[in-house]
């Protein structure tokens, strides 16, 4: 017990290198908390290094099992200063250098509510206002819809504080409250979901339980964090240039982007209006394409695609990362996909033109009210922002020339198949990473939806590393029900 | 791990049988989640008969630490079907009958927020209007108070339904905001604050962390909870007839119930307007004096109370179970307090009017519209109504006129002094108990500074068992500050 009173001095002192000298050396050593689990000496002492302390606390109770006389488990309450009751259970081991912890296991009470994925929440924050086929469903609500009686944040604090009250729901809203669902929250955003990543500067990161301590990535962050943490079934998002399709693949949940203009974008603000889309994420595919039954114009006559329809492009793969090639090409082939080349020496063109369109646009929506007010930007999304003040007309036009022509030779080589690729280029990246290296990665595979207005699935696939990662499988603009038919297939196949 | 498969399916099938057989006998094992720790196999096992099941999960990731031939460490990361993943730490130990737990630390994502505490949550509700004492400082409002751009729920859904935005703060709620504390949420109280316990029918009753597996105490039961799990530093509430004092006892917090008429009750729905008053919660006597500062009128010009005027009176101790009569006599005589015995002859009579003349006027506010909708309450609150329905008038005048007497008579017994008392006739029931039997003894005692309009502050103490039990200090009408004032004299003294 002298060892686990002095570990208790050195947790509540921060004191790191005591702490490290009481975790048992090598790579079993274990240490867990809501956040994940932390496997080995050097992942927990890195982890250490980083947090800056434990939350200050008391121990109201202990209780010892003694295994033997070189093993004993602890079991500890804490009660914390800022309230609340807390468990710690350790198995104490007596090596040479004296009593060690080989496992840890800590919790802690969490607080009210998670505010980097929620700015509001109430039970329900709106409620449905008809039953259908969503009745009992529970919706996030991405900071940029309107939602009757609440403002829309857009991810910034300056704009939330001089928003006006919403008097109508968006119509994708108040669609899914039609047809029963109710809102249990608005969700956090990307500032002006300019970003891929969800760190929101202002309000922090999501969490990514299947990927502790990794990005929950953006900009439909919240919505992508609480569908992924069952905190509601659906997840309401946008996605403009992989802002559902990357969050969906970083934390390995169902998400769609719809066909440019399928879905109503009444009462939601804009990015770039040209390429703005609909989506919403979902732990199953039934319930994915239950939302898309609800959200989407009736079926054309067009036949639900059949396995057979399946593209994979090995040039697509080749811009992701190996891990993440690997686990979208095996599930491609799993799934009898055809392999087929194409040449793609002019996608860096139609990522720069995406690029310059997306800002051009950003800018005329926002430029007017951000202009004097760039400093309330978090610095990724203000250098998004300066370098979009900064595009001439002519550039900008040349770029929109540029995308009409793209926009043609994607959609024909898309034609009338289903092509699978990464819906993002990596697993969801380790916060501290540098991320505009990712960004730039991603977006070489992600815009060509956003170019051609294609609608596109994310199907959650697993590297051999156990991160998840994404299947995006996009068809013709207007083919969403059809994906959304074949979603469910996948997975049989899969089994 | 054969044995830990074993365990996992009867986990996931929910046989109670097999996962008896799989946790050690005897009184030493242990099994922790976020409710608290259960210590011996009975108290395990009586857990797992009454909860229904595990949530659905699969085991994603094992490490299993060998001690020696007969114990093994499991660490298991969990994935949850509901979303999110968990922990499960478990200590193994072969006995003669096979393999078994000794211990077991489980943890699982929690939902997005706790219904049974919030009603209504936002980062914030609503902010800080001005920049004082109390700035920094975030508040739990309870569902009686109006706050501009929400509804007053009264815990009750039809009430909540019909409610309309209001467009004001109450009183109470302005004067916090002013001081420069932002609302966090509107926290659950009992219906129309009609109830000791906290049991909302219709959402639950909200955890109560130092003393697990126990009913919060009510009325202002989100409040009182949401401040001792650290969800916010101060919980707003009402107390009637114990409101305030009953579940900051159970819960081990600080709180107040000023003086009756102390406080603006402006924006504040009424249960019974002779006896309501403005209460609220912290974790700190110094931030519970700070929040007087800001609500209460100016300081009249009686000194600051000492350790010599503390009165404590044996036939009140005696109405409590003898856990708390000895924790709070301890206190006190800790204090200092001077013994003087009251003759409590006429208490019965007084509860009884007290009791009257409440239902009397919590029929008049809240008749009209219930009489219809009587069946929208759960048992107890509607029992209430019911009978309170039946009242005659000249029933309740006599009660009027005995209370008259009443207030005459503990005003003169109260005096000058501060009297000590349990402000709760026993520590929080188990939430199976009989709550009525304790409704009735708490009364008894909560209901002197009901009558007599008095201040009352609770002072956390602690029984012998370790709950958390209440001491309440009472003092004349208009002595909320002296007695805010001495509150951190308590704490000095008992140090």
């Given at each position: 017990m002298d060892a686990f009173w002095g570990y208790e001095r050195a947790l509540m002192s921060n004191d790191v290198e005591a702490l490290d000298r009481l975790f048992a050396p090598g790579p079993d050593t274990l240490r867990g908390d809501a956040v994940g689990l932390l496997v080995g000496h050097d992942q927990i002492s890195a982890f250490r290094g980083s947090r800056g302390g434990a939350p200050q606390r008391t121990v109201v109770e202990t209780h010892v099992q003694t295994v033997d006389d070189d093993h004993a488990l602890v079991v500890a309450t804490t009660e914390l200063v800022r309230g609340?009751?807390?468990?710690?259970?350790q198995l104490w081991e007596r090596q040479e250098q004296g009593w060690v912890v080989t496992a840890a296991h800590v919790a802690v009470p969490p607080p009210a509510y998670d505010a980097r994925i929620w700015r509001t929440l109430g039970s329900p924050l709106a409620r449905?206002?008809?039953?259908?086929?969503?009745?009992?469903?529970?919706?996030?609500?991405?900071?940029?819809?309107?939602?009757?009686?609440?403002?829309?944040?857009?991810?910034?604090?300056?704009?939330?504080?001089?928003?006006?009250v919403e008097t109508t729901d968006a119509g994708a809203v108040a669609a899914l409250r039609a047809a029963g669902a109710e809102v249990t929250g608005i969700s956090r955003t990307d500032e002006f979901a300019y970003s891929l990543a969800g760190t929101n500067h202002h309000f922090g990161t999501p969490p990514?339980?299947?990927?502790?301590?990794?990005?929950?990535?953006?900009?439909?962050?919240?919505?992508?964090?609480?569908?992924?943490?069952?905190?509601?079934?659906?997840?309401?998002?946008?996605?403009?240039?992989?802002?559902?399709?990357v969050p969906a693949a970083y934390n390995g949940v169902w998400g769609i982007r719809t066909s440019h203009d399928a879905v109503d974008r009444t009462g939601l603000l804009p990015l770039a209006e040209s390429f703005d889309t609909v989506g919403w994420f979902a732990r199953t595919p039934?319930?994915?394409?239950?939302?898309?039954?609800?959200l989407l114009p009736p079926a054309g006559p067009r036949p639900v695609g059949t396995v057979g329809d399946l593209v994979v492009v090995p040039e697509l793969l080749a811009l992701a990362d190996p891990d993440v090639a690997s686990a979208v090409g095996e599930a491609a082939d799993a799934l009898g996909a055809t392999e087929e080349s194409w040449d793609l020496s002019a996608l860096p063109a139609w990522r720069a033109a995406f690029t310059t369109w997306q800002a051009w646009e950003a800018w005329k929506a926002h430029g007017p009210w951000l202009a004097g007010r760039l400093d309330t930007l978090g610095a990724d999304v203000r250098g998004r922002f300066e370098m979009a003040s900064r595009i001439t007309e002519p550039r900008a036009l040349e770029a929109s020339a540029d995308l009409l022509a793209a926009r043609q030779q994607i959609r024909s080589l898309v034609g009338d198949r289903f092509v699978a690729l990464p819906s993002a280029s990596s697993v969801a990246p380790l916060v501290d990473s540098d991320l505009d290296v990712v960004r730039e990665a991603t977006l070489q595979l992600t815009c060509l939806a956003g170019i051609a207005g294609l609608p596109a699935v994310n199907v959650p696939v697993t590297t051999a590393e156990g991160l998840p990662a994404g299947l995006c499988l996009v068809a013709a603009p207007g083919r969403d029900r059809d994906l959304l038919a074949f979603a469910p297939v996948v997975v049989l196949d899969r089994r």
């Open positions: 609340g009751r807390g468990q710690q259970t449905a206002t008809g039953d259908g086929p969503l009745a009992g469903e529970s919706v996030a609500v991405k900071d940029l819809y309107a939602v009757a009686g609440q403002r829309v944040g857009a991810g910034n604090p300056a704009w939330e504080a001089a928003a006006a990514n339980p299947k990927a502790p301590r990794r990005i929950s990535g953006g900009s439909s962050s919240g919505s992508a964090s609480a569908v992924a943490l069952g905190h509601v079934s659906i997840g309401l998002g946008t996605d403009t240039g992989g802002s559902i399709r039934d319930l994915l394409a239950a939302v898309g039954d609800v």
